[in-house]
Nanobody, 114 residues
Framework: QVQLVESGGGLVEPGGSLRLSCTVS????????VGWYRQPPGKNREWVAS???????MYADSVKGRFTISRDNAKNMVFLQMNSLKPEDTAVYYC????????RGQGTQVTVSS
């Protein structure tokens, strides 16, 4: 089993920044793919960003150029730096770990509002 715990969410004004963190524990096998989903209120979950086995990063078009995913394999942590936040970025953000099976955390709320 793998456990993931997100932190760093909160309320921020449009144009602001937040940095989300995710701690991965349990039977962690590296390298593995890690990333982030989000679920806006009343909408389906959507993929946001990921970093794969060889370090390649990928982003949804809606966040490209504003969000940056990074990882610290030594600490089993994943980060999502979010800049130039918009109201449409409001969502619960979930990190995930994928090796043979995908595991997700419980999520952290991000609200972008003035």
């Amino acid at each position: 089993q793998v456990q993931l715990v997100e932190s760093g969410g909160g309320l921020v004004e449009p144009g602001g920044s937040l940095r989300l963190s995710c701690t991965v524990s349990g039977r962690v096998i590296t390298p593995a793919t890690v990333g982030w989903y989000r679920q806006p209120p009343g909408k389906n979950r959507e993929w946001v960003a990921s970093t794969g086995v060889h370090g390649r990063t990928m982003y949804a078009d809606s966040v490209k150029g504003r969000f940056t995913i990074s990882r610290d394999n030594a600490k089993n942590m994943v980060f999502l730096q979010m800049n130039s936040l918009k109201p449409e970025d409001t969502a619960v953000y979930y990190c995930y770990y994928r090796h043979d099976t995908e595991y997700r955390g419980q999520g952290t709320q991000v609200t972008v509002s003035s």
